[in-house]
């Protein structure tokens, strides 16, 4: 593959829900222009881009790949991006690298769940966007109803830029509004022009006259002659389309036929002479040294060379490797430096990725995409530089996983090698997260949901050959107190045959104020208990907090006041005291009215406002509380807090209430008092579970 000016590439996002056609999309592109022999299908199993294992097996798209084609003299990089939300994070970094975004819409089902939000996403981070109505060639295809469905749901800018000519079997190709001229299928992606048929040149008209009046809405000179003459002409037309596609005001609406190939050489004819290249799209966010506050970041063909990295991978056949973007200058293997780690680099050999093919590239110029053998340190978000260009792309802002379990190894001593695997998997995905808490006796992994999951146990199983078994995690509870005890004592005493062991303490127990932790309070007065045992009185009182008393989570907000006791010259030691300390704080604690506190999440959740209603009663099923509600566009946003013990599963229970469209974030707000009614049988779980968490 050839190098190309950076004026003649450009970078596609391929967005669409699951089933829209986008990835056989792709690989008819591929197929078409000659970058492929074959033509692949993701349904058959022999998709050039979903290549993986875990994609075969599932028919779909997992991670994004990649699809760079020449076509009349331009390099046009298509990134294909899952369609399922569960694989949000990969559309996330897809769209800070592209500058051109192609949403696929299935001509038969219309705008779907993961359409909206993927409209959303791009909306988000201001990128030009079009959409293609795809399977035009399916039984009960409809062009206008998929038009219809755009612009009430998503935009209601978009405008057709073709119409159809027959549906289904009887598509025979499509009108270009644009132009005022008919294109007919020609076989292998190519279009024949022609004349419009006399009986669709009225509907034509109409079309022409709202691009027409969205044309002049771009520009206040062409409203200005619009509305004094009434019309602009077909330059005047094209110009203020133009505009408006690149300001974000226009979305154009396409057909194509992943399937036929109908449409495929005016697709690209639309991507090379109305999409952004990379000296037209709008510039990165970028920290230069000295900055306190991000600001556009305006590379130059010949500047200083300035690489992002947005994607890393670990490939069985191809190794590990990075994806990087370029914005400014040109890289070739050599020396370089990572700004954000502030190390220095070095490149080897860079290469075009097309599924997993590789092609050797002579360099990364401005503007194009390319993999890299794994720099050594670097990861996901990091910018190569030369040493005196201190600059920082803005970071990916990657969706924070909301799904969590607990897993678990069949056999002794698979833990480590299970934290291990998955703490592997870790730097290749930035929204899967991996955490030992030592505390819950647990190891816990977190994703965007149950596939995400599924999908990194299955490659963790593939690397480590260890069986894995998925629980609901255990809640970091806390236990605390209700009320005082003025003097609780506890005595060690323990005579051996020779030297023996004694402590006695007698402690004040008294909760703090939520969030007060632990205050030790050394009240001894007369020497009744030796200074040097006092911190062991203390370290006893600690240790016992740490492991719980209750259930065996640890105690907050007490105060333990060390006011009396007695001491042997012989018999007394640190220990003792410990020991008298633990069995003190135990039995004082049982006496001033324990209580389990569980964590309150605080809840952002965006709905359809047809969904409020079941999510409001969802919550209060949850013992949930609404804080308040707010339009967001189309939407509602919910205001909520709930415990976290409620929310397993959640984000598959919004998703079946709203159908695919609800989404949430959370955060932990506070420790709450469980309620009377719930404790009882909450303690007597959560004393089992620990039990055989111990076993």
Known sequence: MKS??????????????????????????????????????????????????????????????????????????????????????????????????????????????????????????????????????KEQADFASSVSKIQAELSERAVPFCLPLGSAADLKGFIDVVAGTAYTDAGKGQSKAGEVPGEMQGELDEIRGKLTEAAAE????????????????????????NAGFHQGIVNPILIASAETMLGLDRLLEFITGWGPSPLEASAPQALREGQ???????????????????????????????????????????????????????????????????????????????????????????????????????????????????????????????????????????????????????????????QHLDVQIERMKARTKIDVETKKPRIAYRETIRRSVDDIQGRYKKQTGGRGQYGDVHLKIEPLPRGGGFEFVDAIVGGVVPSK??????????????????????????????????????????????????????????????VLLEPIMKLEIVVPESATGDIMGDLSSRRGRILGMEQQGKRQKVNAEAPLGELFSYMASLRSMTQGRGRYRMELSRHEEVPREVMDKLVATLQKEMEEAKS
């Open 533 to 594: 045992f006092i911190p062991a009185v203390q370290k006893g009182i600690r240790e016992t907090m740490d492991r719980g008393v209750l259930v065996g989570y640890p105690v907050v907000d007490v105060r333990a006041t060390l006011h009396y006791g007695s001491y042997h010259d012989v018999d007394s030691s640190e220990q003792a005291f410990k020991m008298a300390a633990t069995m003190a704080f135990k039995e004082g604690f049982g006496k001033c009215g324990p």
């Open 218 to 241: 771009t520009e206040d000179a062409l409203l200005e002659k619009y509305l004094e003459e009434g019309s602009l002409s077909p330059d005047e037309i094209t110009q203020g389309l």
């Open 4 to 137: 190309y000016d950076t004026g003649k590439i450009r970078n596609v996002c391929v967005l669409g829900h699951g089933g829209s056609g986008k990835t056989l999309l792709c690989e008819s592109l591929l197929f078409m222009t000659g970058a492929t022999s074959r033509r692949g299908d993701p349904a058959e199993g022999s998709s050039t881009l979903d290549s993986s294992p875990e994609e075969t097996k599932r028919k779909m798209s997992l991670s994004m790949a990649f699809a760079p084609i020449e076509w009349n003299g331009f390099k046009i990089n298509f990134v294909d991006t899952p369609g399922v939300a569960d694989f949000i994070g990969e559309v996330e970094a897809a769209l800070q690298v592209c500058d051109l975004a192609m949403v696929v819409v299935n001509a038969t089902a219309g705008v779907e769940p993961d359409t909206e939000r993927l409209f959303e996403m791009v909306q988000e981070v201001n990128k030009p966007v079009f959409f293609v109505v795809n399977q035009m060639d």
């Open 292 to 450: 306190e506050e991000a600001a556009a970041f305006e590379g130059r063909i010949d500047g200083p060379p300035v690489a992002f990295i947005f994607k890393t991978y670990h490939d069985e056949r191809l190794g590990e490797y990075s994806v990087m973007r370029c914005f400014s200058g040109k890289l070739t293997p050599g020396d370089y430096y990572d700004g954000r780690k502030q190390t220095s680099v070095r490149l080897g050999t860079i290469y075009a990725l097309r599924g997993k093919e590789r092609i050797d590239l002579e360099g990364l110029v401005c503007g194009d995409i390319a993999a890299v053998a794994r720099i050594k340190a670097a990861t996901t978000n990091d910018t190569i530089t030369s040493k005196d260009q201190r600059v920082l792309i803005t970071p990916i802002p990657f969706s924070e996983p909301l799904h969590t379990v607990a897993v678990t190894g069949s056999g002794k001593g698979d833990e480590e090698k299970i934290t291990g695997g998955f703490t592997r998997l870790q730097d290749f995905d930035p929204t899967f997260r991996v955490r030992v808490d030592s505390a819950l006796r647990q190891t816990l992994i977190s994703g965007m949901g149950d």
